[in-house]
């Protein structure tokens, strides 16, 4: 029977993991706040645990209704191509859309997994390997406990984006399966930096993408603030750090695919596309190479980032390996992560018909290689010494 020691380890971890998603409550909340405007509190609460539930990795059921105008204008595809329906008049028909949306907002990732190292890593008892392990444990279970609450509080809804009416229901049982593996991979981050020889490069990665994704979230949070007002902030709030992160993969050449299909497809990805007024169809399949609009700055912006991984490293071929494996399981995460998809419905009057069917995606498995190829390259390169004090060690 564990003692009372090794107990409060277990509880230490699963208050961890409670005020982990607390503090990606807080975010989706302020986010939500800034996106939807006048929305009463209980529809903050509500869409904030929405957005918890989001970013733990569940997909959500939506539904807008308004007039086929609104519904339009809302999706993207502009006043003056209202008919989302063919055949459908448009004006003030009523529409609904309901459809299937899967999209990480990372800015409330990022904040719960910050959070939980930060508390993993100030609060580690002094009980040895086991007291870590039920600590590392105590944490997933309480991560997983709260965003079941978060995708159990209920549909978020119905609050009203100019004159559509929009609601969501997160999906509960993808909510828990996401954020097992969410505060897995933090507590078996932090079990390994703990190790030793595995500290210095979880470390230095995880600081080096946590302090992109942050200026990112910061930047775009100000920048939308100032361009597009308070939605557009709440836009940059939650998902500001999609962006650079998303652009790592494909910086270093990861293939992918983006397709888009539907009469709401032109607004899904912000162009007509191929299909025009007509329905806006986008198809396209990203290789390795960099063309076809991958910039060609990409590669050694997203080079230049993991090298910087390599600061404060050991030296030799199996410091550069550790650090593979760790810029590769990094860029793996990344993909997975920044993956998005959806789908919709549009039904007017007696008409059912499919609208969208859109998804976004890298290459996991190529992901994790060039990054751990990349990661390795890096470790090779030699690192400057530093002395006790923080100041180069010089040669004798």
């Not at 990732?109 to 580690?124: D, E, F, I, P």
């Amino acid at each position: 029977m564990p003692g009372p020691r090794v107990v409060a380890e277990g509880v230490a971890g699963v208050l961890s993991g409670l005020v982990a998603v607390a503090v990606m409550g807080v975010v989706a909340g302020v986010g939500m706040h800034l996106l939807l405007g006048g929305a009463g509190v209980g529809d903050r609460v509500r869409w904030g645990a929405a957005g918890v539930a989001m970013a733990a990795g569940a997909p959500v059921e939506a539904a807008a209704t308004g007039d086929a105008r609104s519904v339009a204008a809302l999706a993207g595809r502009g006043a003056d191509r209202p008919a989302v329906v063919p055949g459908a008049p448009g004006g003030g028909v009523p529409v609904t859309v309901t459809g299937r949306v899967a999209v990480r907002p990372l800015g409330v990732t990022l904040a719960g997994a910050g959070t939980l190292a930060g508390l993993l890593l100030l609060l580690r008892g002094r009980r040895g390997r086991t007291g870590d392990l039920v600590r590392a444990g105590g944490a997933v279970l309480g991560v997983a406990g709260g965003a079941a609450v978060c995708a159990g509080v209920g549909p978020a809804g119905p609050v009203r984006i100019g004159a559509v009416s929009v609601t969501v229901a997160p999906d509960r049982t993808a909510a828990v399966l996401g954020a097992l593996v969410l505060a897995a991979v933090v507590a078996g981050g932090w079990l390994a930096a703990a190790s030793g020889r595995w500290r210095r490069p979880i470390a230095a990665t995880a600081v080096v993408l946590a302090t992109l994704a942050a200026l990112a979230t910061a930047g775009g949070t100000v920048v939308a603030a100032v361009t597009g007002g308070a939605r557009a902030a709440g836009l940059g709030l939650l998902a500001g750090a999609n962006v650079p992160l998303g652009l790592l993969s494909w910086g270093l050449g990861v293939p992918g695919t983006a397709t888009a299909e539907g009469r709401l497809a032109g607004g899904a990805l912000g162009s007509g596309g191929a299909g025009g007024g007509a329905g806006g169809d986008v198809d396209g399949v990203w290789g390795s190479g960099w063309d076809g609009g991958r910039p060609w700055w990409l590669l050694p912006a997203a080079v230049l980032v993991l090298a910087l991984c390599r600061w404060g490293g050991g030296r030799g071929w199996r410091a550069a390996a550790r650090l593979g494996v760790v810029t590769g399981a990094a860029c793996a995460l990344v993909t997975a992560g920044t993956a998005l998809s959806a789908t919709a419905t549009v039904s007017v009057f007696f008409l059912r018909v499919p609208a969208l069917q859109a998804e976004a995606h890298g290459t996991v498995v190529v992901a994790a290689l060039l990054g751990a190829l990349t990661g390795f390259l890096s470790g090779l390169i030699p690192a400057p010494r530093v002395g006790r004090h923080g100041n180069p060690a010089r040669g004798r």
